[in-house]
T-cell receptor, first 113, second 116 residues
Framework: AQSVTQLDSQVPVFEEAPVELRCNYS??????LFWYVQYPNQGLQLLLKYLSGSTLVKGINGFEAEFNKSQTSFHLRKPSVHISDTAEYFC???????????FGAGTTVTVRA | GAGVSQSPSNKVTEKGKDVELRCDPI?????LYWYRQRLGQGLEFLIY????????KSGLPSDRFSAERTGGSVSTLTIQRTQQEDSAVYLC??????????????FGPGTRLTVL
C-alpha cells in the first residue's frame, strides 16, 4: 500500500512569484505519480504524471515536477504564478501493478496580486 | 458528453435516509471509480469497476455503502441509513484501457452530500 504526504496545507503566494508544492510518498514497490488540480467549483484535472523515463515532467499551465526516487518525492513547481492558479492541488500515487490512486490531503494555493 | 458527469450536484438529506448518487462516465471508458473527499482531507478510494470483472469493493467503509454499474456504463452509488459522517463530496472517475494497462482517471465534478 502507498501513502502520500503533502507537507503544506496552505501556500499563499504573490502573482509572478515562484511556487513549490511538496509531495512525499511511501511505497514498497515501483510507482506512478500524479498531480491533480481542482479549481474552485470544478472537478479534478490532471496537471502532469510520471510513468517512466525522464525524472523531470512538464505539465499543463507551465507546471513541472521532478521525481526523486532516493528521496521518494515528487515536488511540483511553477516559476511564475498567475491569479488563475489559485486552486487546490493534490499529489497522488499508484502502484505500477494496480489502478487505485492514493491521494495526499491537498495543498491550497492562493495567489494574490 | 465530453467528460464525466454526476448528478445531483448537491444533495441534502436527513440522517437515516437512503441516497443514490449517479455517475455517467466518458463514453468508451471501461474503468469506473468512486472516491470520497471529506472536508480538509484527500480523496478516499471507495470502489472500482473494470469491464465485466468483479468490482473491487475494498474501499467501501461499511455495508451501508453499495454501488452498481449497469451495462458497463452508468454507475449508481447508494448509501443506506445515512449518517452525519457520510457528509462529503463523492467523486466519480473513469479511465480507458490501452496496452493492457488502465489509464489515469478523469474525474467528474462530484456530488456534495450533506447529512443533517
Amino acid at each position: 500500500a502507498q501513502s502520500v504526504t503533502q507537507l503544506d496545507s496552505q501556500v499563499p503566494v504573490f502573482e509572478e512569484a515562484p511556487v513549490e508544492l511538496r509531495c512525499n510518498y511511501s511505497s514498497s514497490v515501483s510507482v506512478y505519480l500524479f498531480w491533480y488540480v481542482q479549481y474552485p467549483n470544478q472537478g479534478l484535472q490532471l496537471l502532469l504524471k510520471y510513468l517512466s523515463g525522464s525524472t523531470l515532467v512538464k505539465g499543463i499551465n507551465g507546471f513541472e515536477a521532478e521525481f526523486n526516487k532516493s528521496q521518494t518525492s515528487f515536488h511540483l513547481r511553477k516559476p511564475s504564478v498567475h491569479i488563475s492558479d489559485t486552486a487546490e492541488y493534490f499529489c497522488a500515487v499508484s502502484d505500477r501493478n494496480d489502478y487505485k490512486l492514493s491521494f495526499g490531503a491537498g495543498t491550497t494555493v492562493t495567489v494574490r496580486a | 458528453g465530453a467528460g464525466v458527469s454526476q448528478s445531483p450536484s448537491n444533495k441534502v438529506t436527513e440522517k437515516g435516509k437512503d441516497v443514490e448518487l449517479r455517475c455517467d462516465p466518458i463514453s468508451g471508458h471501461t474503468a469506473l471509480y468512486w472516491y470520497r473527499q471529506r472536508l480538509g482531507q484527500g480523496l478516499e478510494f471507495l470502489i472500482y469497476f473494470q469491464g465485466n470483472s468483479a468490482p473491487d469493493k475494498s474501499g467501501l467503509p461499511s455495508d451501508r455503502f453499495s454501488a452498481e454499474r449497469t451495462g458497463g456504463s452508468v454507475s449508481t452509488l447508494t448509501i443506506q441509513r445515512t449518517q452525519q459522517e457520510d457528509s462529503a463530496v463523492y467523486l466519480c472517475a473513469s479511465s480507458y484501457e490501452a496496452s493492457g494497462r488502465v489509464g489515469h482517471p478523469f474525474f467528474g465534478p462530484g456530488t456534495r452530500l450533506t447529512v443533517l
